[in-house]
């Protein structure tokens, strides 16, 4: 039988157990069924990750991923510590706290963008993770300057992941972005049509919005103010903190 969850993620630690596990030594490693199921996420989504697919790609039996993994749960949670495990970690060292938020956000969506899948993973046991423990202490780091209770700080953090999250579903290539284009010669006026005069608001500051950006939807224009929102929101929190600083 495989080692408990908190040991599995721990595995490569001095402190962690030795495996108990009888018989003859496995040819693959934990690390390696792990690795094998993130690039399975990565190309086909979390769907693709089964036990019968993983271990077709690593050419075992289903019993012999199994006596790596409790189960596909377990293996979800250690995909994700894997993949936080290798975020980018940049140097705050020079930087202002606006510049660190702003680096931490954008490591972030990078990550998401690499693995789409992360978001899915919604197992509050990741949090026990190497990997997502060290994450979170660099991005702690980040906010550091800003001097914030506790509560307040671990809150921040959820804050900005939260939008970075939202983000990176909306910056996801869509599969149909050229058929309103394509058709809004014919469908504007429509559309103009059936709105007549209702909906005012709508049709005033969506006309402008769409010239302004080009189409119904600007994801990269809505990321830049976002964060520029969330800068401006954490910068009211800092006890004594000028706004505008």
Do not use: C
């Amino acid at each position: 039988m495989p080692r408990p969850l908190i040991d599995l993620l721990w595995r490569d630690h001095p402190a962690a157990p030795a495996g108990g596990r009888r018989g003859p030594r496995s040819r693959i490693s934990t690390g390696a069924v792990v690795d094998a199921a993130v690039r399975l996420a990565d190309a086909d989504g979390l769907a693709a990750v089964t036990v019968r697919r993983l271990a077709a790609e690593l050419e075992v039996s289903t019993m012999s991923v199994y006596t790596h993994v409790n189960s596909r749960d377990d293996l979800l949670v250690l995909m994700a510590d894997a993949a936080h495990a290798r975020v980018d970690q940049p140097s705050w060292r020079g930087l202002d706290w606006r510049a660190r938020v702003r680096g931490m956000a954008e490591a972030n969506l990078d990550l998401l963008r690499a693995h789409p899948w992360l978001p899915d993973v919604a197992d509050d046991r990741t949090a026990l993770g190497p990997g997502t423990i060290a994450k979170y202490d660099h991005e702690l780091d980040a906010l550091a300057p800003l001097g914030l209770p506790p509560a307040t700080w671990d809150a921040a953090i959820t804050f900005v992941l939260d939008f970075v999250r939202s983000s990176a579903r909306a910056l996801r290539p869509d599969p149909r972005a050229g058929e309103l284009a394509e058709h809004w010669p014919e469908w504007g006026p429509r559309l103009g049509v059936y709105l007549g005069e209702d909906y005012p608001l709508a049709r005033r500051v969506g006309a402008a919005a769409g010239e302004a950006m080009g189409g119904v939807a600007d994801p990269a224009l809505a990321w830049d103010f976002g964060l520029a929102r969330i800068l401006d929101g954490l910068a009211a929190l800092a006890p004594g903190a000028d706004p505008r600083s």
